[in-house]
């Protein structure tokens, strides 16, 4: 069964960093795209990155391109975040799926419970 951990959100001053981890089980992670997404208050849900394990293909939202980066080892997949703004606190959860262009169409078959990200002073 597929599972997705996240881990990493904090509270974090604008202009500081922070990474997030994703911890997948249950899949061979290499014939799936796994991305992020995030929710803030009162908004849509949005994809942030996703990173597709069959060819390496990475998509980032304009919003963050240049200062965030995702990256994956074994089993984790990660996204560095770097130069945060207020304007990206929100949970972000890890998805996963086996559509290429899951972020660019925002749809995800499996989903994980969230780790808040707060941006401010």
């Known amino acids: 069964q597929l599972q997705l951990v996240e881990s990493g959100g904090d509270l974090v001053q604008p202009g500081g960093s922070l990474r997030l981890a994703c911890a997948v089980s249950?899949?061979?992670?290499?014939?799936?795209?796994i991305g992020w997404f995030r929710q803030a208050p009162g908004k849509e849900r949005e994809a942030v990155s996703c990173i597709n394990n069959r060819d390496g293909d990475t998509y980032y939202r304009d919003s963050v391109k240049g200062r965030f980066t995702i990256a994956r080892d074994k089993s984790t997949v990660y996204l560095e975040m770097s130069s945060l703004k207020p304007e990206d606190t929100a949970v972000y959860y890890c998805a996963a799926g086996l559509r290429a262009a899951m972020c660019y169409i925002q749809r995800a078959d499996y989903w994980g419970q969230g780790t808040q990200v707060t941006v401010s002073s």
């Open positions: 249950g899949i061979t992670l290499d014939t799936y795209v």
